[in-house]
C-alpha cells in the first residue's frame, strides 16, 4: 500500500505529484530560518513572501540553487515538510518517492538528493534525468526509435537533449534559466535607469511584460524602488521593449547550449527533429516569444509544450504509474 510520490525540485518551485490525485504542491522552493533558533519557520508561499522583508535574525533561502542542492540540510527539512503534508503527520507506510535531477546531475548531487529524500521519510528514492521526464510530461514518445528534442528551461538551469530508444543520445546543460533573467531586468534598471528593485519586483517586470523580442504594440509598465542617487522611494515607467535588450545575453546563452546539442546530434536523428521541431518546457518557456527567437537563431522549428511548468512533474507522475516499465531504462535507485 506505499504511496509514490514525484517530486520536481526546482530552483524557483517545487512540484509534487501524486498518481491518480495529479499535482498537490505547487510553490517555490523557498524556506524562511530563524538564526538564532537555528528553526525553520516557514516554507514555500509563506517563506517566499518574506524575501527581501526580514530582519537580520530571520533569513529566506532557497536551498536549491541552479538545479542541484545547495543547503543540504534545509533542503532535507522541506522535502520532509512536502512528504508530511501529504502522507499525513502519522502515516504507516513510507512513500517511494522520485526526484528529478538535472542531466549534468555529478554522482555526489545525486547522492545528496537520495540520502536527503530518504532521511526525509521515503521508503525508497529514485532520480530521473529531467530532460527524460520533461519528454514524457510535454507527451513525447521517447521509446520510439526516433530523434525528439526538448529544451528544458527552469529557473536555474538549461537542459537540451535528443531522446530516441527512451535514452539522452546527447545533451548539453547550462545553469542559466529564469533567475538569471530576473538578475538582467534589475541590472539593467539599476544601470539605465538609477533604480534599485528587489528580485521579486523583477520577477513580476518579467511576467507582466517580459518578451524574448521587442514587440509591435509597445506596454508600459509603473514599477517602484529605491532611488540610487536620492535613496528615497521613486517611481517610474518601464517600456515593454527595454527588456529584450536587458536579457539578450542571458537568452544568447540559452540559444548556445541548444546549437551545441544540434551540432552533437546523428544526422539520422537531425532530420527527425526537422520534422517535428524541438519542444520547449519548463516555466521559463512561459516568456513571450521565446519559441520565436529560438527558431529564428537555428532554423529549426519550435513549440512550447502545453503547461510547460507542470512538463517535468507530470512526466514523474507517468514514470510512477509505469514503473516496471521504466525502471531499468531511466534511473539509479537506492
Known sequence: MSVKI???????????FVPSKGI??????????????????????????????????IIA???????????????????????????????FFRPEVMVA???????????????????AGAKAAYVVKEPILAALGAGIPINEASGNMIIDI????????????????????????????????????????????????????????????????????????????????KTIELHSNEIPKAIKDTLAEIIKTVKMVLQETPPELSADIMDKGMIISGGTALLRNLDSLITQETGVPCYVADDP????????????????LYKRALFAKR
Not at 535531477?101 to 532521511?119: D, F, Q
Open 154 to 233: 527552469g529557473g536555474g538551469t538549461t537542459e537540451v537533449a535528443v531522446i530516441s530508444l527512451g535514452g539522452i543520445v546527447a545533451w548539453a546543460s547550462a545553469r542559466v534559466g529564469g533567475n538569471a533573467i530576473d538578475t538582467a531586468i534589475q541590472n539593467y534598471i539599476h544601470k539605465v535607469h538609477n533604480l534599485a528593485v528587489g528580485e521579486r519586483t523583477a520577477e513580476q517586470i518579467k511576467i507582466a511584460i517580459g518578451s524574448a523580442v521587442p514587440k509591435k504594440e509597445e506596454e508600459i509598465l509603473e514599477i517602484r524602488g529605491r532611488d540610487l542617487v536620492a535613496g528615497l522611494p
Open 61 to 91: 533561502v532557497r536551498p536549491v540553487k541552479d538545479g542541484v542542492i545547495a543547503d543540504y540540510r534545509i533542503t532535507e527539512a522541506m522535502i520532509r515538510h512536502f512528504i508530511k503534508k501529504i502522507t499525513g503527520r502519522f502515516s
Open 309 to 324: 511548468l507542470f512538463c517535468v512533474v507530470k512526466g514523474t507522475g507517468i514514470a510512477l504509474e509505469n514503473l516496471e
Open 24 to 57: 498537490v504542491i505547487n510553490e517555490p522552493s523557498v524556506v524562511a530560518v530563524s538564526l538564532d533558533e537555528n528553526k525553520i519557520m516557514a516554507v514555500g508561499h509563506e517563506a517566499k513572501e518574506m524575501i527581501g522583508r526580514t530582519h537580520e535574525g
Open 6 to 16: 514525484g517530486i520536481d525540485l526546482g530552483t524557483a518551485n517545487i512540484l509534487v
Open 101 to 119: 535531477v538535472p542531466a549534468g546531475v555529478t554522482s555526489t548531487e545525486r547522492r545528496a538528493v537520495i540520502e536527503a529524500t530518504l532521511k
